[in-house]
């Protein structure tokens, strides 16, 4: 069984050690050692990184597990030589103090958050899970409740944050099992054996096997961001300690931008966004209004400029501008509700040509045949069709065959 030195001391980084055991697993080398301050995955905590060295090569440590025997076991990278540490051999070792530490804040601010949620809703929390970026925490509500309001989360933040500011004492120890019975724990521990209990400040008392902080000050701050139902229970998404102050530190930055950009306090952004974004609906739309007015104001023009066959039909041949296109189906129309109308539209827009070939309902040319001939992509019904292209040929080739109708 490896001794874990970070249950004395988790603030402490470097530590002596022998290897007792080797192994591969899938092609990686693991080394087992008699004693450790690497803590092994578990509890929704990561393990620590960090490196192993002994007098004359280091090594990374990648990954650290612990197995059912209680040997931690930590994979590490090959030097450049290909020689491993022997099972006997000493070796010293370095964890990654900064990645341990946030570790450290995730955690240790989760069990305040945790006691938060017990004592403010009654419900109980399972499944931490520190992530890269967020952490998460299952809480089981009475009656089965997946919900909980905002007032209440902001309650929960709010006093998990006056807990840390309370900055109570973390005491953690293995207390005899006579007087386990009698402490009063959060929750029923999992394991029955080597109890370890978590002390925070009095106020928070749970069994648990991770690396804590030593004050609750040193979790700096609590952000709760969001809760969702997930597999019957609720999943509360959070920050703590660093990661919540750079956090507070992107979102200040991007509040007061938005603040200065909109002239009102960085409070007021969402109201004032919500008038702006109001506003630029309503001038969209009336521009869009203004637009079809101004389209369809072009029939007059362009029915006077139509190419006229010897047997009287009319044919419109009109190339417009990339703002008529929300109009140019009402345009077609337009034209077509005249008698003996051929209307040939295209409107170049977002670098392609696009067509619209109409007919007066008095006609029998079958327009869909005809915009297949001139090589455009597109179809619709033998009266009216759509198509585009993505170059002005067939455009081109419809102007010359238009004559010919
Ligand atoms: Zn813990």
Redesign the pocket.
């Known amino acids: 069984m490896t001794h874990r030195l970070y249950y004395e001391d988790a603030f402490q980084t470097t530590f002596e050690a022998t290897v007792e055991q080797m192994k591969l697993a899938d092609g990686k080398p693991w080394l087992a050692l008699d004693r450790t301050l690497f803590y092994p995955e578990g509890?929704g905590q990561p393990y620590d990184t960090g490196i192993l060295h002994t007098e004359d090569h280091q090594f990374a440590v990648c990954d650290v597990q612990a197995d059912e025997s209680g040997l931690i076991w930590h994979q590490v990278e090959v030097s450049e030589s290909g020689r491993l540490p022997e099972a006997g051999e000493a070796v010293k070792g370095r964890i990654d103090w900064p990645r341990r530490f946030d570790h450290m804040q995730q955690?240790?601010g989760e069990?305040i958050i945790a006691n938060c949620v017990h004592h403010l809703t009654g419900g109980f929390t399972h499944g931490l899970h520190i992530g890269h970026e967020v952490c998460t925490i299952d809480i089981s509500l009475s009656d089965g409740q997946t919900r909980l309001d905002e007032q209440t989360l902001l309650d929960i933040e709010s006093l998990a944050n006056q807990k840390i500011a309370e900055d109570g004492a973390v005491r953690c120890y293995f207390p005899p099992k006579e007087s386990l019975e009698t402490l009063p724990l959060r929750k029923d521990p999992t394991v029955k054996e080597n109890i370890r209990v978590?002390d925070i400040g009095g106020f928070e008392m749970v069994a648990?096997g991770?690396t804590?902080l030593s004050r609750a000050s040193q979790v700096g701050l609590i952000k709760i961001l969001s809760a969702q139902p997930a597999r019957g229970k609720l999943r509360l998404f959070f920050l703590c300690g660093l990661r919540a102050t750079r956090h507070y530190a992107i979102c200040y930055t991007a509040a007061s931008r938005a603040a200065s950009q909109l002239s009102v306090k960085e409070a007021e952004v969402p109201d004032r966004l919500a008038e702006v974004l109001k506003q630029a609906a309503d001038t969209r739309r009336e521009l869009a209004v203004m637009r079809r007015r101004e389209t369809l104001a072009k029939v007059p023009a362009l029915l006077e400029g139509a190419l006229v066959l010897a047997d009287g039909r009319r044919v419109v041949i009109a190339e417009l501008e990339e703002k008529d296109h929300p109009a140019m189906e009402a345009l077609a129309r337009e034209l077509v509700a005249q008698r003996r109308i051929i209307a040939l539209l295209c409107v170049p827009a977002q670098g392609r040509h696009n067509l619209l070939f109409a007919r007066s309902d008095d006609l029998s040319l079958n327009l869909n045949e005809f915009i297949k001939s001139i090589g455009a992509k597109g179809g619709g019904r033998p009266e009216f069709v759509r198509g585009a292209a993505n170059d002005s040929l067939p455009w081109e080739a419809a102007k010359v065959m238009a004559p010919h109708f």
């Open positions: 509890g955690h240790t069990h978590c648990c991770g804590h």
